[in-house]
Structure formats: structure tokens, C-alpha cells
């Protein structure tokens, strides 16, 4: 198994940054995939970034291109997301997941989850 756990939420204002860590533990995650998703009030659950821990490799959701910044510490096991120019619309609680091999867009096709860490972007 895979135990995760997110943080770094929190409010911020338009245009501002949040970084939010996931530090994974229970297994080396060398032929594995990390990503973060996010659930907005009334919204299905979306994918927003991914990265392979064997090539470091990224994907990014259309709405966070440019914005966004995935990045990983193997040595610490941990995966973050730096976000900049932040909107009301990324408004949503964020979810680190894993799954073995490659990036998935699905959420269905991630096995692991953390509980999750809220933000909030608002004046």
C-alpha cells in the first residue's frame, strides 16, 4: 500500500500562490505515477497534474497550463504543486493519487488517495 498525505492548503487572494506537498510512504515509488486532483463544491472530481517518478515526465489540465508547476523529491518521496496567479475557479479541495506506471487522467484508475487539503481562493 500506499499512504499519502497532502498539505499546504489554505486561502490565498486572486493572483496569488499556494505550494501544496504529498508525502507518500509505505512503498518506493519508482515504477509509479503521482497526480493531483481537485473537486470543486458541485463539480465532479478533475485531474490537474501527473508525474512519473521513473522519468519525471509531466501533465497539466488545460485550465492550470502556465500556471501550475509539478515537481518531485525522490529522496524525500514527496510530490508538490506550485500554483501561481491563483483564480476563484481553482477553488476546490485538492487530492494527491498514485497508481503503478503512467500518468492517467481518470480518477477511477488511481488505487491510492490522500484525504485531501483545501483551497481557497477568494477576496
Known amino acids: 500500500q500506499v499512504h499519502l498525505v497532502e498539505s499546504g492548503g489554505g486561502l490565498v487572494q486572486p493572483g496569488g500562490s499556494l505550494r501544496l506537498s504529498c508525502a507518500a510512504s509505505?512503498?518506493?515509488?519508482?515504477?509509479?505515477?503521482l497526480a493531483w486532483f481537485r473537486q470543486g463544491p458541485g463539480k465532479e472530481r478533475e485531474f490537474v497534474s501527473g508525474i512519473s517518478w521513473t522519468t519525471g515526465s509531466t501533465n497539466y489540465a488545460d485550465s492550470v497550463k502556465g500556471r501550475f508547476a509539478i515537481s518531485r523529491d525522490s529522496a524525500k518521496n514527496t510530490v508538490n504543486l506550485q500554483m501561481r496567479s491563483l483564480e476563484p475557479e481553482d477553488t476546490a479541495v485538492y487530492y494527491c493519487?498514485?497508481?503503478?506506471?503512467?500518468?492517467?487522467?481518470?480518477?477511477?484508475?488511481?488505487?491510492?488517495w490522500g484525504q485531501g487539503t483545501q483551497v481557497t481562493v477568494s477576496s
Open positions: 493519487a498514485a497508481r503503478r506506471t503512467i500518468v492517467a487522467h481518470s480518477s477511477d484508475d488511481y488505487p491510492y
Open positions: 509505505g512503498r518506493t515509488l519508482g515504477s509509479y505515477s
